[in-house]
């Protein structure tokens, strides 16, 4: 085999292009990485339903859980990703300072949220002695499947408020808010943001309310 | 490339995804059999999920194939559910440690 044909037989270098999102390699990556993440969910939501129903006397989820304050937590992120997409459209515009705006209030949203989840889990725990190895309402598992599903969606806020924050210094300090790809970025971190509000809303329904 | 499509009506969407929670709240009081009140709330957390996906993740701009990979974790799910059933019709227990019996009077 001769240089000129080895030159053409780019056997095994990946495209330029990716196939499925053309903006980026990046936004595929983060829509495999989402579905592996939903499949997490996805297997603690059935595990939850299998030992929901297999027990005799799980508590009314409704009567411990305080239904309101979840709803409001509801309610928030899904602001949150309102403000998101638009953080996201400012972005495309160049508009800077609409981007910091609303980005900086999807993340407050966020942090708002744990708040809120710090203050849920704190009431359950001193207030209605709701642990992760027991309760005084029924099912011990009902603590343990609510604190394991709750903390694990809480981690992943936790980390998106992370991720917008880098998101946002990388924008404004480290100066790639003007470069060509930076509103790929903000997209790829807006895909993780509606998928935690999403799992939410799935979340919300199979703990509290059913 | 750019995947270049019209934005969508965001609050819109949002509006939707109030409403809907609002319904949620609202069914869970419905002075029907559990089972419907359950059936509805799974119905309407799906059109809400739905919606995120769609409008704000712009799934519904996207191609096909990524919209099947996205789909792929609820349909394996649901068949989990599905294979977990037997265990769960075949012992219905209680999953809280029996309170201690009163001792006879005789083993006293």
Redesign the interface.
Known sequence: MNEATLTHAHVGVEPA?SP????SWGK?GM??F???D??SF??L??GY???R??????PVP?QVLG?QLT?LM??LL??S??T???AL?ASKRGDRKAFTKFILMTIAGGTLFLGMQAYEWTHLIYGKHVTFTSNPY????FGTTFFAITGFHGAHVTGGVLYLSVVLLLGLIAGKFSQKNFPNIVEIA??YW??V??VW??V???VY?? | ???VHK?PN??AV?YW??VL?IA??VV?YLPISKLV??AL??L??LS??SL??LY??HLKF??R??GI??L???I??SL??FS?LP??TA???????AAPQAVPAEHK
């Open positions: 292009e499925l999102t053309p903006e595929l829509w495999i989402l579905a592996g939903a499949m996805g297997t939501l059935a339903g299998a030992i129903a297999g027990s005799a006397d799980w409704s239904i709803a509801t309610f899904i602001c990703s309102v998101m997409v638009k459209s029924g099912a011990w598992l807006a895909l509606h998928f509000d999403l809303i799935l919300f329904t199979f309310l059913i | 490339m750019e995947n934005e965001y609050m949002f995804l109030g929670t949620e709240l869970i009140i359950g709330l799974i309407l957390a809400k999920a995120v996906a704000y993740m996207e191609k194939t990524l990979i996205a792929t974790p609820l394996i799910c989990l559910v977990l265990d769960l012992v219905h227990h209680r999953t809280r440690a």
